[in-house]
């Protein structure tokens, strides 16, 4: 699996501007909301999920974004209600521990298994802030940014207003 330092060389290697800010360990939105201020830009939730038939997906929103989980799989159109994937899946198919999820993730996803779902509110903010695949770190990258590292990994990630699914 590729370290932080992969990252940043992938990121590079395809000119896509990013910056990273080191603090100590966060697992959940709660714990990093402590860094605001230091780290400008929107912050944000990452889900990994997994449909009925076990296919899998990555919903990335704004921290105060509500998810709707009961009702999103009809958005998406996924096979049955959302559950979240195990720590062995996320490690295995992510390349993340629990509590490092992050759309950078997809770096480690070379058989594009996951389906990455972005809310629409989220893009709409600049610079986007995302854990350089160990939650030690938030690295800031442009909208733009973000869109050239998923095409560059072979993701198609697709823009849907979660909210909307309320």
Known sequence: MKTPADLFAFLDSHA?????????????????????GTIPGSHTKNLFLKDKKGALFLMVAQEDTVIPLKSLHTLVGASGRFSFGSADLLREVWGVE???????GAINDTECRV??????AMLRNEPLNYHPLQ?????SVSRDGLMRFFA????APRILDFEAAV
Not at 135 to 139: G, S
Not at 152 to 155: C, E, I, Q, R, W
């Open 152 to 155: 560059a990994t072979g993701h």
């Open 135 to 139: 939650n030690t770190m938030t690295t």
């Open 98 to 104: 629990p509590g490092s999820v992050t759309p950078f």
């Open 16 to 36: 896509i501007p990013h910056t990273t800010i080191e603090h100590p360990a966060v697992f959940t939105v709660e714990e990093s909301k402590s860094l605001r």
């Open 115 to 120: 389906n990455v779902l972005l809310d629409a």
